[in-house]
């Protein structure tokens, strides 16, 4: 066994070592990300745009989206929110991993400039434009008691029994579902460590462009969050549009935004040597 002082000297280098590591995820990384997208820029190329579609309150909806193309998600009223799951193609057992996801990059705020990681250390989706940055990585999915407080009836539709059903239509089950983010739920942490719902930053307008970094299947449920005080919840729609994304420099801010993206990068781009 390692005598006592050594132990306390090699714990101390780790510990230093970690302080140095965050510091540069929680510190540094933030100031070298982009700016968010303005919500009157430019809108897609019509030639570009391979599918749209608008999602109904309550409702999902289930696409594939291919290495290099993009989803926008758009909430035209500023009420609504959209909650995503999915997984790799080729092999579903590897799926969207919130966890990872903030444990990797320091963080729990998604915005413009940070992606979202698989379970096996890989780039799933890039947030290539983003007009808000109010996204929710930690509460997940609502469910029929949530759902029923918002609404204030029996039943309503929400996104843990859209999840299952999107599911099902895939040959999957309960235990193949990932724990989602929502967009446009604008959620964070008080001192005492206790969600809060941040009204102000929805916004009418409000986009998220979604770079796919790998072939995908993707589940989006427009139901009302958890934590949304509204009630009865908004019920207005989503939409989509589905398009090739333009072709990512080696300047690209998602895949150099931070050590851990780069190599989250170098990994994923493996699978497409």
């Not at 090699?10 to 540094?28: D, M, V």
């Not at 940070?114 to 997940?140: P, Q």
């Not at 604008?186 to 460590?193: C, F, T, Y």
Request: proline share 6%.
């Amino acid at each position: 066994m390692k005598p006592p002082q050594q132990k306390r000297t090699i714990a101390e280098a780790n510990r230093r070592r970690y302080e140095e590591l965050r510091a540069a995820g929680q510190e540094a990384t933030p100031k070298s990300l982009p700016k968010a997208t303005p919500r009157d820029s430019a809108g897609i190329a019509k030639d570009m745009i391979v599918r749209s579609e608008t999602v109904p309150a309550g409702w999902y909806t289930t696409l594939i989206l291919k290495r290099g193309e993009a989803l926008r998600i758009k909430d035209p009223s500023g009420s609504a929110s959209a909650a995503l799951i999915g997984w790799r193609q080729e092999d579903m057992s590897e799926r969207l991993n919130c966890a990872d996801t903030a444990k990797i990059q320091w963080t729990a705020t998604m915005a413009k400039g940070r992606v979202l990681l698989t379970d096996m250390g890989r780039v799933f989706l890039s947030l290539i434009e983003d007009t808000s940055g109010a996204h929710d990585l930690l509460m997940g999915a609502s469910t029929p008691a949530s759902t029923q407080a918002a609404y204030g009836v029996d039943y309503a539709r929400n996104s843990h029994e859209n999840f299952l059903a999107a599911a099902a239509k895939l040959g999957l089950g309960l235990g193949d579902i990932p724990g989602c983010i929502t967009f446009f739920a604008p959620v964070s942490l008080d001192k005492a460590g206790r969600f809060k719902w941040n009204k102000a930053r929805k916004k009418a307008g409000d986009f998220v462009d979604l770079r796919a970094e790998m072939n995908l299947v993707l589940v989006v449920s427009n139901c009302p969050h958890p934590l949304d005080p509204a009630r009865p919840a908004g019920t207005s729609a989503i939409e989509l549009v589905h398009y090739r994304a333009p072709a990512a420099g080696r300047d690209d801010p998602c895949r150099t935004g931070s050590a851990e993206a780069m190599r989250a990068f170098t990994f994923t781009d493996r699978l497409f040597a």
